[in-house]
């Protein structure tokens, strides 16, 4: 079965300093790999995804996520925090089909606090 | 261009009472999901459709949930009989192609908070 894991419910950065939230997946074949941000009051906003090639993925609003298929990792990243990043942020993965769902399974979601 | 768009933004009804959610997916996208997400939780998957067609209905958690997508675009979301728990934002998504075609964006609504009392 698919799953994915976001151990941390909350991180906490300074503004300026680097920010990495995790999360490691599961699934049956070869994974796609997705990260969204939520807003308050606003809908999932799609950062980046990972299909295959380069496993460092670059995105919007300045962050990457590096996909290390040996952890079965795909953490979030960014070099320089804004207070502007505070936000709810999801993983989700999906299988590529060969267990025969195209069902994504998000995780629970990790609230980034950037403090200035 | 306009994004996904759901109506109504909140919905407040009895328990045993039907509602319907509908969903207005970005013009041209094939691909419309239904979502459910309780407070501290991430989407949880419902129903996926191609066209008009449902896909994957895989997530719905009772025959109290049914979907339809009758010309390929608007979407409703139909729930019977509701019950306290079925309380959540109902999010709907939109993509220009379905799941099969590759690792396709899924743009979201901003949801239907629905609360059942």
């Known amino acids: 079965a698919q799953s994915v894991a976001q151990p941390e419910d909350q991180v906490n950065v300074a503004e300026g300093n680097p920010l990495t939230v995790k999360c490691t997946y599961s699934?049956?074949?070869?994974?796609?790999l997705f990260w969204y941000v939520q807003y308050p009051n606003r809908g999932l906003q799609f950062l980046l995804k990972y299909i295959t090639g380069d496993n460092l993925v670059k995105g919007s609003y300045g962050f990457e996520a590096e996909f290390n298929k040996s952890q079965t990792s795909f953490h979030l990243k960014k070099p320089s925090a804004l207070v502007s990043d505070s936000a709810l942020y999801f993983c989700?993965?999906?299988?590529?089909?060969?267990?025969?769902?195209?069902?994504?399974?998000f995780g629970t979601g990790t609230r980034l606090k950037v403090l200035a | 261009g306009a994004g996904v768009s759901q109506t109504p933004s909140n919905k407040v009804t009895e328990k045993g009472k039907y509602v319907e959610l509908r969903c207005d997916p970005i013009?041209?996208?094939?691909?419309l999901y239904w979502y459910r997400q309780s407070l501290g939780q991430g989407p949880e998957f419902l129903i996926y459709f191609q066209g008009t067609g449902a896909a994957d209905d895989s997530g719905l958690p009772n025959d109290r949930f049914f979907a339809v997508r009758p010309e390929g675009s608007v979407s409703t979301l139909k729930i019977q009989r509701t019950e306290r728990g079925d309380s959540a934002v109902y999010l709907c998504a939109s993509s220009l192609n379905g799941p099969t075609s590759g690792a396709e964006t899924q743009y979201f609504g901003p949801g239907t908070r629905l609360l059942v009392l």
């Open positions: 013009s041209g996208h094939t691909a």
């Open positions: 989700a993965v999906r299988d590529m089909g060969t267990s025969g769902t195209y069902k994504y399974i």
């Open positions: 699934v049956s074949g070869n994974p796609y």
